[in-house]
């Protein structure tokens, strides 16, 4: 007899300094042309932990963050990443 997995949604809160970001690509006609071969990856925030430093992100702001910085994680049915503020380059696009 096969068992069946009950499938858990859980609630995301991420730590002091750390921002929950799902990766997306930019539509075509966007002005933004990487030029270098490690190219940062691109996403959309999810969710944001606390932190002193006030940021210029919030969640659904577009930003730029390096790779290496991230954490990958699959939860409630899609992949997210955890990033710290530190790595996060910029905002490409305010949320709407």
């Known amino acids: 007899m096969s068992e ?4 858990v949604k859980m609630d995301i809160y ?3 300094k750390i ?3 799902r990766k997306t690509d930019l539509s075509s006609n966007s002005p933004l042309v ?5 190219a ?8 944001v932990g606390s932190g002193k430093k006030p940021v210029d992100f ?3 702001s577009i930003v730029t963050y390096r790779e290496f910085g991230e954490y990958e994680f699959f939860i409630n049915g899609e992949t997210v990443y955890f990033v710290k ?12």
């Open 58 to 60: 919030d969640i659904g």
């Open 85 to 96: 503020f530190a790595d996060i380059l910029g905002v490409l696009k305010e949320k709407k």
């Open 14 to 16: 991420p730590g002091r």
């Open 4 to 7: 069946t997995k009950k499938q």
């Open 34 to 38: 990487t030029v270098v071969s490690k």
């Open 40 to 47: 940062p990856q691109i996403g959309e925030v999810l969710f």
């Open 19 to 21: 921002a929950v970001i």
